[in-house]
């Protein structure tokens, strides 16, 4: 059974900065890509980061661009999402999602706010 259990979020002013996790079992997580999505209140769930099986490519939405950093360890059966520079706007529940599966994490809570 494919387990996707999310960690990281919490509340934190702006331009802090959290970093999440994603602990992943029930899979060959070595051999599948990888991805961070978000959804704030009243908002559609969005892309925000995702990263092939070898952690050698990644991509992110261009809201997050230069202050993002998904990352994987494939030892640890593990993704990261470091986010920096957070602003208010990023506050949202984060998810990580398995795209092979259409599996994803119950989420945390990312709250940005002074």
């Known amino acids: 059974e494919v387990q996707l259990v999310e960690s990281g979020g919490g509340l934190v002013q702006p331009g802090g900065s959290l970093r999440l996790s994603c602990a992943a079992s029930?899979?060959?997580?070595?051999?599948?890509?990888m991805s961070w999505y978000r959804q704030a209140p009243g908002k559609e769930r969005e892309l925000v980061a995702g990263?092939?099986?070898?952690?050698?490519?990644?991509n992110y939405a261009e809201s997050v661009k230069g202050r993002f950093t998904i990352s994987r360890d494939n030892a640890q059966n593990s993704v990261y999402l470091q986010m920096n520079s957070l602003k208010p706007e990023d506050t949202a529940v984060y998810f990580c999602?398995?795209?092979?599966?259409?599996?994803w994490g119950q989420g945390t809570q990312v709250t940005v706010s002074s």
């Open positions: 990263i092939s099986s070898t952690g050698g490519s990644t």
């Open positions: 029930g899979f060959t997580f070595s051999s599948y890509v």
């Open positions: 999602y398995l795209p092979a599966f259409d599996s």
